[in-house]
């Protein structure tokens, strides 16, 4: 289990609506470090812009492990998706996710799938972007399968998407599209807005779980504002969960005292938890 902060690689185009710390990344991984965090979730745009060797040196020298690629970008920047009515759209969005795997092999990480899913539009029936959206999820699983990265379907907030926004959906797609290496993460942000209860939700779908997204519910550092995350943190040790609880987070009041804050508040309850 390890404490993670979700970190911008310079290819992405800095902004303040981005969940992540910015910069230069060696100032953003030795200041992470500093903090008491053991990992990073990189978010990325365009790995052959950067150079792999150096991402990985630095994390090693600050000893942080990589632990997944984010790919809400490519459809936050550039607005691709897999089930987007252009065939060309999605042919972009499928080959640039595949940059991202070969990124996440090199690091030893995995990645996930958030708003590059896509949505229901006018233009295709419900099914016709269900379809669209599993051929998609099999051939980036079975791409990704021999390179030893796993692909995480997070489940998002209506406010962000129509498509796939509980558990139970982002379970029943994960089924359809029957890979092994094709899971799903917790956003405990996006859970609190679309499951009735947080705690039954990680309990009844905790067997499709392999990632986690921390905020508070107002997408703010936690300890910030209302959700009990000694609560939640124990219902994911209750069901066994051992991976990692990465912060994904609006950096108010800045970066630093947002990783700081966040920090202060989820070490202790950690520790409390899982004994560490």
């Not at 459809?75 to 991202?100: C, H, K, N, V, W």
């Not at 996930?112 to 229901?120: E, S, V």
């Not at 962000?160 to 359809?176: K, M, P, S, V």
Request: glycine residues 6%; charged residues 25%; negative net charge.
């Amino acid at each position: 289990m390890k404490l993670c902060y979700q970190v911008a690689t310079p290819d992405v185009a800095a902004a303040e609506s981005v969940t992540a710390y910015q910069g230069v990344l060696s100032e953003s991984f030795q200041a992470l470090a500093g903090l008491g965090y053991d990992g990073v979730e990189l978010m990325a745009l365009d790995p052959s812009r950067l150079d792999w060797e150096d991402v990985k040196a630095e994390a090693r020298k600050n000893r942080l492990a990589v632990v997944l690629v984010c790919t809400g970008e490519i459809f936050g920047q550039l607005g691709l998706s897999y089930t987007d009515p252009r065939a060309e759209i999605r042919a972009e969005a499928i080959r640039r996710s595949r940059e991202m795997i070969d990124f996440a092999c090199f690091l030893g990480a995995d990645i996930n799938i958030g708003r590059i899913r896509g949505q229901y539009s006018r233009e295709l029936s419900r099914n016709e972007t269900e379809e669209l959206a599993v051929k998609a999820f099999q051939e980036l699983s079975d791409y990704a399968r021999p390179r030893n990265v796993r692909i995480a379907l997070e489940t998002v907030t209506i406010m962000q998407t129509n498509f796939i926004n509980t558990l139970e959906e982002g379970a029943r797609l994960a089924d359809r599209v029957g890979r092994g290496n094709f899971k799903l993460m917790m956003d405990v942000f996006h859970l609190n807005l679309e499951e009735k209860d947080i705690c039954e939700a990680i309990r009844r779908y905790s067997s499709y779980n392999i990632h986690v997204h921390l905020a508070d519910n107002n997408r703010r550092y936690p300890g910030s504002c209302g959700l009990n995350f000694e609560k939640i943190i124990n219902a994911f040790k209750e069901c066994g969960y051992e991976g990692n609880f990465c912060t994904e987070i609006y950096q108010i009041p800045n970066q630093y005292e947002a990783a700081k804050r966040a920090a202060m508040h989820l070490k202790p309850i950690l520790n409390k938890v899982y004994g560490t």
